[in-house]
T-cell receptor, first 114, second 112 residues
Framework: DAMVIQNPRYQVTQFGKPVTLSCSQT?????MYWYQQKSSQAPKLLFH???????NEADTPDNFQSRRPNTSFCFLDIRSPGLGDAAMYLC?????????????FGDGTRLSIL | KNQVEQSPQSLIILEGKNCTLQ??????????LRWYKQDTGRGPVSLTI?????NTKSNGRYTATLDADTKQSSLHITASQLSDSASYIC???????????FGTGTRLQVFP
């Protein structure tokens, strides 16, 4: 059974139209991550939540925001999607922070921009 | 600079054959090294996590090796199956942070 669930699997939006991607987890993990993965590239960390504490990566555009209303759910909001934001967005969780903690990934949401 | 490099970039083999994928890293201090399998259109799935003291670790037909002295790891796939067709990504955590350094992956295609 899937433990990190991302919805929808495919999302199409228009240029400039806000879009929200969702991630839920049944693992009760403290940490949730959002990655952007473009074709044939490695995933790039956008930000993560440690419990309710939000940690943004320095090079993440302001266009990307996140919300974590409770332990189980985390959302990625793209306020004004541009063509360059078309990518696979991966959510991951880990029980705690630190280099020794394995991350569990969802199957991603593939975002297309028209 | 902390980096993870993988080779080859892509690989084609026939079903039933063995193959070995390589990973070199320059991350220091070293904590652990992870191999993930990523099917097309899916999220990465962990195959193995190896710590400094582990030289070899197996997960079914997948066997990972680690040489912490030369900072190299390999992933050996035995008796390949069509379902092994995927990208294999080597990942090393950066020290003292939550960030993972991903290699660019090896894309494996297994043909009948």
């Amino acid at each position: 059974d899937a433990m990190v669930i991302q919805n929808p699997r495919y999302q199409v939006t228009q240029f400039g139209k806000p879009v929200t991607l969702s991630c839920s987890q049944t693992l009760n993990h403290n940490v949730m991550y959002w990655y952007q993965q473009k074709s044939s590239q490695a995933p790039k960390l956008l930000f993560h939540y440690y419990d309710k504490d939000f940690n943004n990566e320095a090079d993440t555009p302001d266009n990307f925001q996140s919300r974590r209303p409770n332990t189980s759910f985390c959302f990625l909001d793209i306020r004004s999607p541009g063509l360059g934001d078309a990518a696979m967005y991966l959510c991951a969780t880990s029980i705690d922070r630190g280099a020794n903690q394995p991350q569990h990934f969802g199957d991603g949401t593939r975002l297309s921009i028209l | 600079k902390n980096q993870v490099e993988q080779s080859p970039q892509s690989l084609i083999i026939l079903e039933g054959k063995n193959c070995t994928l390589q990973c070199n890293y320059t991350v220091s201090p070293f904590s652990n090294l992870r191999w993930y399998k990523q099917d097309t259109g899916r999220g990465p799935v962990s195959l193995t996590i190896m710590t400094f003291s582990e030289n070899t670790k197996s997960n079914g037909r997948y066997t990972a090796t680690l040489d912490a002295d030369t900072k190299q790891s390999s992933l050996h796939i035995t008796a390949s199956q069509l379902s092994d067709s995927a990208s294999y990504i080597c990942v090393v955590p950066t020290p003292n942070t939550d960030k993972l350094i991903f290699g660019t992956g090896t894309r494996l295609q297994v043909f009948p």
